[in-house]
């Protein structure tokens, strides 16, 4: 990092302190240049489905844009170790991100856009999926960000549709 920013390792260290600071500073750097646009995408979207599926989407083509950064990420959150010799990183960590989604469903249903499902179970699913995104566009070079979108958006709609009644 220090060899990219053109200045010495000394300089890195007395700004950040450790190596550990360093790392934890690059994932809160990443989630961060992520939130703006994703929020702005949902804020200015209608309804409790138009509001997902813009969740959805933002995930999917931040993932597609920032693979090297969260491929990054995904190697800080496996292998960083507190001073205890635990993962820094835990499901603790991943759970205000499932949080956000089961709100989101659960505000849905409330509305009566969704239907009943289990909001943490799905929100556990999508943010899953989401965070494999990384491997999967590394994995599939070719894969087309835009349809895989929209897939997923239908899928995860079809989850939380209301039952049809008759």
Not at 82 to 92: T, V
Not at 134 to 149: R, Y
Request: overall charge negative.
């Amino acid at each position: 990092m220090a060899r990219r920013a053109e200045v010495s390792k000394s300089v890195v260290l007395y700004h950040f302190g450790s190596k550990q600071e360093l790392l934890e500073a690059a994932v809160e750097e990443v989630y961060a240049k992520a939130a703006p646009d994703l929020l702005a995408a949902m804020e200015s979207a209608q309804g409790h489905r138009e509001k997902l599926d813009a969740y959805l989407h933002g995930c999917v083509m931040f993932a597609w844009t920032n693979q090297q950064r969260l491929a990054g990420v995904g190697e800080i959150f496996r292998n960083l170790r507190d001073s205890d010799g635990r993962l820094r990183y835990s499901h603790a960590d991943s759970d205000a991100l499932i949080s956000v989604v089961e709100q989101m469903l659960l505000n849905g249903q409330h509305a009566g856009e969704f239907g009943h499902v289990h909001a943490r179970t799905v929100a556990v699913m999508i943010r899953s999926t989401i965070d494999a995104l990384p491997g999967v566009f590394a994995a599939e070079p070719g894969t087309d960000a835009l349809a895989f979108s929209t897939r997923l958006c239908e899928a995860v709609g079809r989850m939380v549709a209301k039952e049809m009644t008759s």
